[in-house]
């Protein structure tokens, strides 16, 4: 069942593609000048032949973790020490012109969320993972329903469109080796070689779409809305290599899922100097109607942050807010810095962190710095030049 959903509304696109395309010829939604449009929700799409290339680096360090986010997700538990919290990540997103009206995008980020295990005296574990390794991948199209007659190319106009895509993350095993466990003095067991064990099928997938209202507020300022669903599916479990049959059992879990979400939003496009845009915008996300498939282990044979019962509070909202500062070095070459902020940590956009491992830090506040690169080109116009 997962992610049969999203494979078939995307097995529909070429024919909606193709409605899309006979539809939109009257349509001229090019984006306005000076505008940055790669993670920045608005209802214009790029001219035709006109691409967009951005790159961000994403961190939270000593340095950049202005809210002490790690010392709040430390408080939670006595489990995780080090640079537990402390994220590295880099996101590339291009963006498409293919006809007036309707542009195409892929964006791919790639995490390590440090999550740093403390060892227990019952349990000796060698080669312990220290972070969560995510990838997240999106695609879709973004198709210019209605706008005004009447524009400056200069600035704003108002404007609606639809966006369809679909979503994944995938996170490396979370694993180790146990060398011994001793939970007692009648009960000790050791290991050669070392067994190993993981926490293993983190992964999800979905699909979403998304309608977007985009309207002028003032000369140098433009305001966006927009209203989303989605449907997620959500994996993950335990499991061990263990050859002993009953502690192979107690490691054995499944955390399966299938969750829809409705979000709403909006944003700010400021640009009293063409050459610097100012984006800022907020996100309220819903999660509900939510089913599991769950089968949970409790036995004191399992390391006490793999169990079941430290999934934490099962959260069913978030609250998520950007900023980006950005500047056009030249006509087609941009750098920016930024940062988001997060409620509950990731709920909401990486569904399958709802596990024993991070599911305890869901209602944890979070956030992470950017710095942005991007470049806005036409082929077509640098061939024929």
């Keep these: 069942m997962r992610g049969r959903l999203s494979r078939s509304v995307f097995r529909s696109l070429p024919t909606l593609t193709a409605l899309m395309l006979l539809g939109s010829t009257t349509l001229h939604a090019q984006t306005p000048y000076g505008w940055i449009n790669n993670g920045h929700n608005s209802a214009y799409t790029l001219m035709p032949g006109e691409v967009e290339l951005g790159g961000n680096l994403l961190r939270v360090n000593d340095t950049l973790d202005i809210f002490d986010f790690q010392a709040d997700l430390l408080a939670t538990t006595t489990r995780l020490g080090g640079d537990s919290g402390y994220l590295d990540g880099n996101n590339v997103s291009i963006r498409a012109g293919i006809l007036e009206g309707l542009d195409v995008f892929y964006r791919?980020?790639?995490?390590?969320?440090?999550?740093?295990?403390?060892?227990?005296?019952?349990f000796n574990i060698e080669d312990l993972s220290n972070e969560l390794d995510t990838t997240s991948t999106s695609y879709g199209l973004r198709w210019v329903l209605f706008e005004s007659n009447t524009k400056n190319p200069q600035q704003a106009w108002r404007s609606a469109a639809i966006e369809l895509s679909a979503m994944e993350n995938t996170s490396k095993d979370f694993e180790g080796r146990i060398q011994f466990i001793e939970l007692n003095s009648n009960f000790n067991v050791r290991f050669d070689p070392p067994q190993r064990f993981a926490m293993d099928r983190l992964k999800d997938d979905g699909w979403k779409a998304k309608l977007i209202v985009s309207t002028p507020l003032t000369t140098y300022t433009t305001a966006s809305g927009w209203f989303s669903y989605a449907d997620m599916t959500a994996s993950s479990g335990?499991?061990?290599e263990i050859d002993v049959?009953?502690?192979?059992?107690?490691?054995?879990?499944?955390?399966?899922?299938?969750?829809?979400?409705?979000?709403?939003?909006?944003?700010l496009n400021w640009q009293r100097f063409p050459r610097m845009p100012v984006q800022a915008g907020y996100e309220y996300i819903r999660l509900f109607d939510r089913t599991q498939d769950i089968v949970t282990s409790d036995s004191s044979f399992l390391p006490s942050f793999l169990r079941g019962s430290n999934r934490g509070q099962e959260i069913n909202n978030n609250h998520s807010a950007y900023l980006n500062i950005s500047y056009?070095?030249?006509?087609?070459?941009?750098?920016?810095?930024g940062g988001r902020l997060f409620l509950n940590q990731f709920t909401g956009f990486i569904p399958h962190y709802f596990n024993p491992l991070s599911g305890r830090f869901s209602d944890t506040a979070y956030g992470y710095a950017e710095l942005k690169l991007g470049v806005r080109f036409n082929p077509l116009s640098l061939f024929r030049d």
């Design 108 to 122: 791919r980020q790639q995490q390590g969320l440090k999550l740093e295990i403390n060892q227990s005296a019952q």
């Design 238 to 240: 335990t499991s061990s």
């Design 245 to 267: 049959d009953f502690l192979r059992a107690a490691f054995l879990q499944t955390f399966d899922s299938r969750e829809k979400q409705l979000a709403a939003g909006f944003n």
């Design 328 to 337: 056009w070095v030249t006509p087609n070459a941009y750098i920016g810095l």
